[in-house]
């Protein structure tokens, strides 16, 4: 089956634009999480949803930062005013309620 | 905040040798996940452990959870060139939160 995709895979952004990343989980997982992994680190948590709820936003690094899955299943990470400290690469994962936390291909994001 | 460290940093091996990476967390985990990250691809789960001791067998590979549950080891045996990537683990923290904390990764290359 499919596993998770994230859209685009890379994006390329002048410092101050706006931008928005997609992820589609995995059919049925309730649960899907943002990541931020930068060069050479682990990936830092972000936020999560269990359906279309956001039950962890602690990670958000600013109020630049805004998350939504309105209908449960697709989720958009929104960066607004992009700075160059936010180029990262963006993952997504998503799980069955407390299951193993299945990984998308991550967007690659260079802020310019 | 929870803090999950890994030691080494990076790891050369020869082909044939063994390899392990150490972990270790600030606070008591409720359980701890590894994953493997190849150069340029995303985590990929490998096993979860629960239990407070708890050791689990993949192949050449064997993974501890602590007494204590704050701290975990993998071990491969007789490294192969596919083992090579970055080696996560991830914990978490309590039974209510599903985020992941990940560690800063130990960095497997092997020389043919």
Redesign the interface.
């Known amino acids: 089956g499919a596993g998770v995709s994230q859209s685009p895979r890379y994006k390329v952004a002048k410092r101050g634009q706006d931008v928005a990343l997609r992820c589609d989980p995995i059919s049925g997982h309730v649960?899907l999480?943002w990541?931020q992994q930068a060069l050479g680190?682990?990936?830092?948590?972000l936020t999560?949803f269990?359906n279309e709820a956001q039950?962890?936003k602690s990670?958000l690094p600013s109020d630049r930062f805004f998350a939504e899955r309105p209908e449960g299943s697709v989720s958009t990470l929104k960066i607004q005013r992009t700075q160059q400290e936010d180029s990262a690469v963006y993952?997504c994962a998503s799980?069955f309620l407390?299951g193993?936390?299945?990984?998308?291909?991550?967007t690659r994001l260079t802020v310019l | 905040g929870q803090q999950v460290m890994q030691i080494p940093q990076y790891q050369h091996v020869q082909e044939g040798e063994d390899f392990t990476t150490y972990c270790n967390s600030s606070t008591t985990l409720s359980n701890i996940?590894w994953?493997k990250q190849r150069p340029g691809?995303?985590?990929?789960?490998l096993i979860?452990l629960v239990k407070s001791g708890e050791v689990k067998k993949q192949k050449r590979l064997t993974f501890q959870f602590g007494e204590a549950k704050k701290n975990s080891s993998l071990h491969i045996t007789a490294t192969q060139t596919t083992d090579v990537g970055t080696y996560?683990c991830?914990g978490k923290s309590n039974?209510g939160?599903?985020?992941?904390?990940?560690?800063?990764?130990t960095r497997l290359t092997i020389i043919p």
Do not use: C, I, M
């Not at chain 1, 680190?41 to 948590?45: A, D, H």
């Open positions: 649960s999480f990541y680190q682990g990936p830092e948590f999560y269990q039950l962890d990670g993952l799980s407390r193993t936390q299945y990984f998308g291909p991550g | 996940q994953y691809g995303h985590p990929v789960f979860q996560f991830a039974f939160n599903e985020k992941l904390t990940f560690g800063t990764g």
